[in-house]
């Protein structure tokens, strides 16, 4: 064979392993939807775009076939489907087989009564204006501490500490000298002065009836509840006013429930609420919201709403979570249902039943919530139809083939 035979040979082999690659390239990126498919005719004469995986919208093939996704046959996105008479994209069309298949549910958008419960989280606190601080009224150190700890539960007049104080034994000598001087009026006046030391009206009795005096004080908690602070130790010298122990009350807890920003106009103080709490299921404490706090918390855009509850036997106990439920009165508003809404972070839309098989989104300004239902304040009129279920997948074909929103104002 000769040289030029040779490199002829050569040439056409390359050509054809070329147009080979390329053939079975294309085939599969075709297969994969990374390439624009091909349109097509039907049989029915309808110019067919591509073919997709309806739980797959975005994939696109150039032909028919079984799903590599789903165990189901591709459907075809026809050109008819997706443009109007002016060519203006017009919905998304369903095959009312694939719409059953797929568990779509249709609704109306209706006039009805709503319940305007706003439903949040919360996490009980100690009532910080049930707080009792037991402190020394006078000089002295301590001579004798109670088995007390920070953390502790004591009941109203539970021993904290027995504290020295020699200030009020030089004060009942003076006491007992005036006594003996048989007038009622320097008495009556020295024993006043013992009241002003903080000397209770048994000590300056059991004084006067002995004779003897006692400069030992026994401290005790004005309040039940739970010692949050406790600095006594037995030889601890202290001044006067100095703190020994602090002690919160559990007669009431505070429930403080975190609202969203956008929500803060629905609550106010004196608004019921009421709580449940995963401790005790089943089972419901009532309140009332007794302050909002006056700053937002950034991270998490909320307000801090601060709810008042009773706290019977001291069952609820700080740091618990609750789930609340603020309550208000009931009245008219146009609903659907609260599955139907779609949520994308910068809006918030529905989809529209047309009737006629295809699917239009729309956007809308939604209000309270409950009971499986949401306000609709703007986007819809009543009697529209929506998506309350599958509203996904048709939201995703309407995005993939340009179908452009339906602004608020727009509703018939």
């Known amino acids: 064979m000769t040289d030029a035979t ?11 392993a070329a147009t080979l690659v390329a053939g079975g390239g294309g085939y599969y990126l075709g297969q994969r939807g990374d390439v624009p498919a091909t349109a097509s005719t039907s049989a029915e ?11 797959f919208p975005n994939q696109k093939f150039d032909k028919p076939g079984k799903s590599p996704f789903m165990d189901m046959q591709l459907e075809p996105k026809y050109a008819d489907d997706a443009t109007g008479a002016s060519g203006a994209v017009s919905g998304v069309s369903i095959d009312p087989t694939v719409m059953q298949n797929l568990g779509i549910r249709i609704v109306a958008a209706q006039m009805g009564n709503l319940a305007a419960t706003l439903n949040v989280t919360g996490t009980v606190d100690f009532n910080q204006r049930d707080v009792a601080i037991v402190q020394s009224r006078a000089g002295g150190f301590v001579t004798r501490v109670y088995a007390r700890a920070p953390g502790d539960v004591v009941r109203a007049g539970a021993p904290i500490a027995d504290v020295q104080l020699p200030e009020w034994g030089g004060a009942q000598t003076e006491f007992l000298s005036v006594k003996r001087l048989g007038r009622p009026d320097l ?9 002003l030391m903080g000397m209770s009206d048994g000590l300056i009795a059991s004084v006067e009836r002995t004779g003897r005096t006692n400069g030992t004080m026994t401290i005790s908690s004005p309040i039940s509840g ?10 601890v010298t202290l001044g006067q006013g100095q703190t020994l122990a602090q002690v919160t009350g559990l007669g009431t807890v505070w429930l403080n429930a975190a609202v ?13 609420a009421t709580a449940t709490l995963t401790a005790f299921p089943g089972e419901t404490f009532g309140g009332r919201i007794i302050a909002i706090l006056p700053t937002a918390q950034a991270d998490s855009r909320t307000l801090t709403v601060r709810i008042e509850l009773t706290n019977r036997s001291g069952r609820l106990r700080p740091g618990m979570f609750a789930s609340v439920a603020l309550g208000g009165d009931a009245r008219q508003a146009l609903l659907v249902p609260s599955e139907a809404v779609i949520r994308t972070g910068t809006r918030t839309i529905v989809m529209l039943a047309k009737g006629d098989g295809r699917y239009h989104p729309a956007e809308v300004r939604t209000g309270w919530e409950g009971s499986g239902q949401t306000e609709i304040l703007e986007g819809l009129a009543v009697g529209e139809k929506v998506v309350a279920s599958g509203q996904f997948l048709l939201d995703s074909e309407a995005s993939l083939t340009g179908i452009m929103v339906r602004p608020l104002g727009g509703a018939k």
Do not use: C, F, H
Request: aromatic content about 8%; hydrophobic content about 45%.
């Open 6 to 16: 040779q490199s002829a040979a050569r040439w056409r082999a390359g050509i054809l």
């Open 226 to 235: 739970v010692i949050q602070t406790l600095d006594a130790r037995v030889g």
């Open 187 to 195: 008495t009556a006046a020295a024993r006043q002065r013992l009241r």
């Open 260 to 272: 969203p920003e956008a929500q803060a106009g629905a609550v106010s103080i004196g608004q019921n």
């Open 45 to 55: 004469g309808r110019k067919v775009l591509y073919y997709y995986d309806p739980m």
